[in-house]
């Protein structure tokens, strides 16, 4: 397994900006697929977006489509989200997620952060 920590979470308006980080240690980073979660009190957890181990196969959710993008930079053992065009229902804690043959389902994922807050006010 690795270890995944999360940063760049924040308190931001309507309209606004975050750059999510996850740094990953433990182990080889490219040989995992890294998706990003998102949990709003109440709600499941859900997938927000997730990257191949060699930057393809990326997948986003509907609602974020357009509005964030997902990244990885091998040599820095990194993942990032970039959101833009934040709205209030983006509201949620956000985690990273590492598996290596994971796709959709939160269930193929074997490594998880801590968690990140993203509080967006409107």
């Known amino acids: 397994q690795v270890q995944l920590v999360e940063s760049g979470g924040g308190l931001v308006q309507a309209g606004g900006s975050l750059r999510l980080s996850c740094a990953v240690s433990?182990?080889?980073?490219?040989?995992?697929?890294m998706g990003w979660f998102r949990q709003a009190p109440g709600k499941e957890r859900e997938l927000v977006a997730r990257?191949?181990?060699?930057?393809?196969?990326?997948y986003y959710e509907d609602s974020v489509k357009g509005r964030c993008t997902i990244s990885r930079d091998n040599a820095k053992n990194t993942v990032y989200l970039q959101m833009n065009s934040l709205k209030p229902e983006d509201t949620a804690v956000y985690y990273c997620?590492?598996?290596?043959?994971?796709?959709?389902?939160?269930?193929?994922?074997?490594?998880w952060g801590q968690g990140t807050q993203v509080t967006v006010s409107s």
């Open positions: 997620a590492a598996g290596v043959l994971a796709g959709r389902s939160s269930r193929e994922y074997s490594s």
């Open positions: 433990g182990r080889t980073f490219s040989n995992y697929v």
């Open positions: 990257i191949g181990w060699n930057g393809g196969l990326t």
